[in-house]
């Protein structure tokens, strides 16, 4: 009986081994490589020009005046390439000193603003208009239409420009594309990448403790029989 045990509990270890060992594998490859980076290097935060982006604000318009038929429920003084605009309900730019609508963010004024932020004097090779991001994309769940304006740079630097309110949204580069790429394998959402919610990793945390408890039973169980031989 003991003997039959032992038989079922070495089956059921090996064969959970082998069907969780790559996910382990990816686990401690990917864990190794998040406790090895500076997390504010993967942010993008050494490219980030660290000075003021905006001049003093005066001579603001009130925002009362800024349309009569709008109703202001949210309002925020920001500067777009320098100058005071108002982000208004968080979908209409105010010039705040002329009061003036303003349209969506150019290819040119998307070109500037990236260069503002951006340290270093790089060329730019593109700029591409999003209007929509699947679920890998590295802008992901970011305000939508943005300029990604593409600099000439070793590690394929990217900047987002939200098109609307002319924020600057993100950097990505390559380190972090690798940090994004073994982060799906960290938290198995190959889906959307984010959600450590999900079935798969539930599962499969089950099946990882199932594996240790079914190595702890092995191992008392051959020291038991080695103590009776």
Do not use: C
Not at 105 to 113: F, L, P, R, W, Y
């Amino acid at each position: 009986m003991r003997k039959n045990k032992q038989y079922y509990t070495r089956r059921i270890h090996r064969f959970l081994g082998v069907f969780i060992g790559i996910q382990f594998f990816f686990w401690t490859l990917s864990g190794l490589y998040f406790s090895w980076t500076d997390i504010d290097e993967i942010h993008g935060d050494h490219f980030h020009q660290d000075h003021m982006m905006h001049m003093t604000a005066s001579n603001l318009v009130d925002p009362a005046s800024l349309d009569s038929t709008l109703e202001i429920l949210t309002l925020e003084l920001r500067f777009v390439r320098h100058q005071p605009h108002y982000w208004v309900n968080e979908e209409k730019l105010f010039n705040a000193q002329t009061g003036e609508l303003k349209g969506e963010i150019t290819e040119e004024e998307a070109k500037e603003i990236a260069k503002i932020y951006i340290k270093g004097d790089f060329g730019i090779k593109e700029a591409e208009y999003l209007t929509e991001t699947g679920a890998h994309h590295e802008y992901r769940g970011r305000p939508l239409p943005a300029w990604a304006i593409h600099f000439d740079h070793p590690e394929n630097l990217v900047a987002y420009i939200d098109a609307k309110s002319g924020n600057f949204e993100r950097v990505r580069h390559s380190s972090w594309r690798w940090f994004d790429f073994l982060w799906m394998f960290h938290t198995m959402d190959y889906a959307g990448r984010d959600n450590f919610n999900n079935l798969l990793l539930r599962a499969f945390s089950l099946f990882g403790m199932a594996t240790i408890v079914s190595g702890f039973t092995l191992f008392f169980m051959t020291m038991k029989k080695k103590k009776k031989a």
